[in-house]
């Protein structure tokens, strides 16, 4: 499929690593220099040297923390979030701790060979899991038992707002949301943005509003239901189409039985 083998490796990543190698050089000559100054100031009395000036982090943290953003940066500059579900996403970030894997070339190749190898896999296992939660009200219809309805009521997504009105539940509900906006734009084709949907309904349903967008028509409950309607009829055929495909090769299990 060529949303799969569309992503490319751009040669910006090298420009991030050449940012990552001089910035923790003159992270090092920098903290030599305090050293410095911290043993000038110490040959006339303790306690001289400016707490601020101090580096409350050895090289190893400071080293972990630079190369998780690395990390973040390049997975958003690479596009791989587009087929990364919920899960993915949250190995991803599990990865990063409690050290960072060091940002090196070779780590780069390793992850995102490892990363295209798997991206159909990922996006089939989002697919499904949000056929899975989607598809409750349509196991009784015998004809098409294995598809996701232009009209779907998605219970506990919906929750009071801090500030006013009503909000999207953050966590699992937020997460499931993402995972159907990702599917619907990468079989449009189109660039991914997490959570730009779940923070645009809530912008809308915080002032009362129904939210409306090129894709779907979206109204909160105060019973914890969002209805949610596909307004791109074109685009749910392509998902449905891919739901039928993945079930016929047996690549996904029977929701009926999950």
């Known amino acids: 499929m060529s949303i799969f083998t569309n992503l490319a490796v751009p040669t910006t990543l090298n420009d991030l690593l050449q940012a990552r190698d001089d910035a923790l050089r003159l992270l090092g000559d920098a903290r030599r220099t305090a050293d410095m100054a911290a043993k000038l100031l110490a040959q006339h009395g303790p306690y001289l040297m400016p707490h601020g000036a101090k580096f409350p982090e050895d090289e190893k943290r400071v080293r972990s923390e630079l190369d998780s953003s690395m990390w973040r940066r390049a997975f958003d500059m690479t596009g791989f979030k587009q087929l990364m579900d919920a899960q993915a996403v949250a190995e991803f970030e599990k990865s990063l701790l409690p050290l960072a894997p060091e940002f090196t070339e070779a780590n780069i190749r390793a992850t995102f060979i490892d990363l295209r190898l798997k991206a159909e896999m990922m996006f089939r296992r989002g697919l499904f899991d949000v056929f899975r939660?989607?598809?409750?009200?349509?196991?009784?219809?015998?004809?098409?038992?294995?598809?996701?309805?232009?009209?779907?009521?998605?219970?506990?997504?919906?929750?009071?707002?801090?500030?006013?009105g009503l909000q999207i539940n953050y966590?699992?509900?937020?997460?499931?949301?993402?995972?159907?906006?990702?599917?619907?734009?990468?079989?449009?084709?189109?660039?991914?943005?997490?959570?730009?949907?779940?923070?645009?309904?809530?912008?809308?349903?915080?002032?009362?509003?129904v939210f409306q967008d090129t894709y779907y028509r979206a109204k909160a409950f105060k019973n914890g239901n969002l209805h949610l309607e596909f307004l791109r009829l074109d685009l749910l055929e392509k998902v449905n189409e891919q739901i039928a495909e993945c079930y016929a090769d047996g690549a996904l299990p029977d929701a009926r039985a999950a």
């Open 133 to 164: 939660y989607l598809s409750d009200d349509y196991r009784t219809n015998a004809k098409e038992p294995f598809r996701i309805g232009s009209k779907v009521v998605m219970s506990g997504m919906v929750c009071r707002s801090y500030r006013r």
């Open 171 to 209: 966590g699992w509900a937020s997460d499931k949301l993402n995972d159907l906006d990702r599917v619907v734009k990468t079989v449009d084709g189109k660039p991914f943005l997490p959570r730009t949907l779940e923070t645009a309904m809530t912008v809308a349903f915080e002032d009362g509003q």
